[in-house]
């Protein structure tokens, strides 16, 4: 990981912005409000905190995720702007242009295919979160840590470790989630909120796409697909796929799973999780990354062409 003295650029920042990336989830989210909280409690600083769609319903509770904002004048020009778990400047969406212009840049993150696009970065692909990172910053430098944003810090290692079930829940993430737990953070309050309380319409949208799931590779490929019409028909928004694709993989006989999402006719979404198989590469293919058991990516084409171009790379791995 990068060595950066972080605390400096704070200091000689006025104007600040944090952006997360496109369709936030909770390593972005817990990440950006927990460094908002940091600077504010550290150095009595407002940072201004952007996110470029609707906060999902999971994470409406989350501390200072009510100060975020959709929309910026694109004319300011800020001293220092912080991405946060952007694996990719171009998910960042509108806040790019904040990004390009700003005086000083940092990229907090922690996938394996960052390439480093910040003028300064702190990037670590062995932390299982960007919110890890974070906190490993604020202790090894005295950030004083509050309640508010110890609960953003264990959002954040919570969901990206998916409950610490995934593959990155090493001894280190557990000795965090402790020391969190250690400075007041409730586990069964936050867990229930993110994992176990859902509208009505979200439990039937996704009981209804996973019941129209489709299975290749004698069982060991399993697939769904999201049109938009099913989006509307139960007046879904976009975090209502969230953890569909982990429910597919979970299945037994399942290797490598993906979800597809239509964003219009010529082109679609794609969520890819896996036992074995690196969906990092495969996702890479199509211009896309992330961590090597799950990654994603956005293809040029109709659904269908779509699912036959990833099944057919799928295939050469199961």
């Known amino acids: 990981m990068n060595k950066i003295n972080f605390d400096d650029i704070i200091k000689k920042s006025s104007k600040i912005l944090i952006t997360s990336h496109i369709n936030p989830d909770g390593d972005t989210l817990g990440t950006m409000c927990a460094l908002y909280g940091g600077i504010y409690e550290n150095f009595k600083k407002q940072a201004d905190m952007f996110i470029s769609s609707k906060v999902p319903y999971t994470y409406r509770d989350l501390p200072f995720v009510n100060l975020a904002k959709s ?9 220092l702007v912080i991405s946060v778990d952007v694996a990719a400047k171009d998910r960042m969406g509108e806040s790019i242009e904040l990004f390009d212009k700003a005086k000083m840049t940092l990229n907090i993150d922690h996938h394996k295919t960052n390439p480093l696009y910040g003028k300064e970065n702190l990037v670590d692909p062995s932390a299982a979160s960007a919110g890890m990172i974070l ?50 953070v409730n586990p069964n309050k936050i867990f229930r909120s993110v994992y176990e309380t859902k509208t009505k319409h979200n439990v039937m949208f996704q009981a209804d796409v996973i019941s129209k799931a489709k299975f290749c590779s004698d069982d060991k490929i399993a697939y769904a697909v999201v049109y938009k019409k099913d989006l509307e028909k139960y007046t879904s928004t976009e975090d209502f796929t969230e953890g569909l694709v982990e429910k ?60 036959k171009k990833i099944v057919n790379l799928l295939n050469e791995r199961v």
């Open 248 to 307: 597919l993989r979970a299945i037994d006989s399942v290797e490598a799973a993906f979800l597809v999402k239509e964003i219009d006719s010529k082109s679609c979404k794609i969520s890819m999780r896996s036992k074995n198989i690196d969906v990092a590469e495969v996702c890479s293919s199509f211009c896309g990354g992330g961590h090597t058991f799950a990654a994603g990516c956005v293809i040029k084409s109709s659904v269908s062409l779509a699912v």
């Open 71 to 79: 929309s910026y004048d694109k004319s300011l020009v800020y001293d």
């Open 135 to 184: 906190y490993k910053y604020f202790k090894e430098n005295n950030w004083k840590i509050n309640l508010p944003i110890a609960e953003c810090l264990y959002v954040s290692i919570l969901t990206d470790t998916g409950g610490f079930r995934y593959e990155n829940t090493s001894a280190e993430v557990l000795k965090i989630a402790s020391e969190l737990v250690d400075l007041g």
